[in-house]
């Protein structure tokens, strides 16, 4: 199985500033076929379902605001909040969809300094 | 629009049974991929299974043996039997439809229930 390893476990950032997390697996998610690596994020507030905000390691979701972007391929993976701001206080999971069992991050918790 | 909704979740021994249930709108779980994700309390994401278009089943090792999941196609419903329950079987279990795009395969979760919770306790 790909063992996925996120840092930091949470995070306090100040409003307006950057938040960067990272997720690491422990295998390639890079398919060469298409140059695509099956890495997807999701942002879950309290009492809710997660949202999926980034798949493809960089593809926006739409609807989802320009301030999160994503990064990386292979194995190596960020998520970049530019400006943080207080409705984006949640836990955000990275996932690989590279090979079954499709596994999760163990989550990153995202706080207001 | 896109509904998913779960019902079964309950408090049961360790050892028993339960069957839940995802009823879904706004689209035919037949032709779709469709998960389950469990998150116990307090804890990260865990997932569990999925159901591809074509009608092949994958499962975590932690479930494999024990949960299957399932489709009715004239309810649009998808199931989770869930087996030989454990303690730590104890969660919120989501249900959710993958997106995939043709040529190019999955991009994630695009649609999720708002879960039910399953208690296994003596």
């Known amino acids: 199985d790909i063992v996925m390893t996120q840092s930091p476990d949470s995070l306090a950032v100040s409003l307006g500033e950057r938040a960067t997390i990272n997720c690491k697996s422990s295998?390639?998610?890079?398919?060469?076929?298409?140059?695509?690596?099956?890495l997807t994020w999701y942002q879950q507030k309290p009492r809710q379902p997660p949202k999926m905000i980034i798949y493809?390691?960089?593809t926006r979701e739409s609807g989802v605001p320009g301030r999160f972007s994503g990064s990386g391929s292979g194995t190596d993976f960020t998520l970049t909040i530019s400006s943080l701001q207080a409705e984006d206080v949640a836990v955000y999971y990275c996932q690989q969809y590279y090979n079954v069992p499709y596994t999760f991050g163990q989550g990153t918790k995202l706080e207001i300094k | 629009e896109v509904q998913l909704v779960e019902t079964g979740g309950d408090l049961i021994q360790p050892g028993g049974s339960l069957r839940l249930s995802c009823a879904a709108s706004g689209f035919s779980v037949s032709h779709d991929y469709m998960s389950w994700v469990r998150q116990a309390p307090g804890k990260g994401l865990e997932w569990i299974s999925v159901?591809?278009?074509?009608?092949?089943?994958y499962y975590a090792d932690s479930v494999k043996g024990r949960f299957t999941i399932s489709r009715d196609n004239s309810n649009n419903t998808l199931y989770l039997q869930m087996n030989s329950l454990r303690a730590d079987d104890t969660a919120v279990y989501y249900c959710a439809r993958e997106g995939t795009i043709v040529g190019a395969g999955f991009r994630g979760v695009e649609s999720w229930g708002q879960g039910t919770l399953v208690t296994v306790s003596s």
């Open positions: 493809w390691a960089s």
């Open positions: 295998q390639s998610v890079l398919y060469d076929s298409n140059n695509k690596s099956y």
């Open positions: 159901i591809f278009g074509g009608g092949r089943t």
